[in-house]
């Protein structure tokens, strides 16, 4: 079994910063991809962020210059640092992975259980 992790969101003020945490834990044989998804009340879940194994990332376009990826590959940690926070970014932000969980895969997802991110004065 694969456990995903997140901890580090709570309530900020505009202009202000979190770094939200992922720690995946189980039998892992190998790790793609990893990212962190966001969803607003009423709207659908969209994604935010990805990082492959190599270093490679991706961000959605409201997010670059202000949130970026990172990963401990020794600690399978994913973080997400997050500045300059707006009101627009306020949702539950979820930690998925793209992992095989034997030698010979297949690569499957799994998802945290979310953690919320609000943004108000």
């Known amino acids: 079994q694969v456990q995903l992790v997140e901890s580090g969101g709570g309530l900020v003020q505009p202009g202000g910063s979190l770094r939200l945490s992922c720690a995946a834990s189980?039998?892992?044989?190998?790790?793609?991809?990893m990212g962190w998804y966001r969803q607003a009340p009423g709207k659908q879940r969209e994604l935010v962020a990805t990082i492959t194994t190599g270093g490679r990332t991706t961000y959605v376009d409201s997010v670059k210059g202000r949130f970026t990826i990172s990963k401990d590959n020794a600690k399978n940690t994913l973080y997400l640092q997050m500045n300059s926070l707006k009101p627009e970014d306020t949702a539950v932000y979820y930690c998925?992975?793209?992992?095989?969980?034997?030698?010979?895969?297949?690569?499957?997802?799994?998802w945290g259980q979310g953690t919320q991110v609000t943004v108000s004065s």
């Open positions: 189980g039998t892992i044989f190998g790790i793609r991809t």
């Open positions: 998925n992975a793209v992992l095989k969980t034997t030698p010979w895969g297949p690569f499957s997802d799994y």
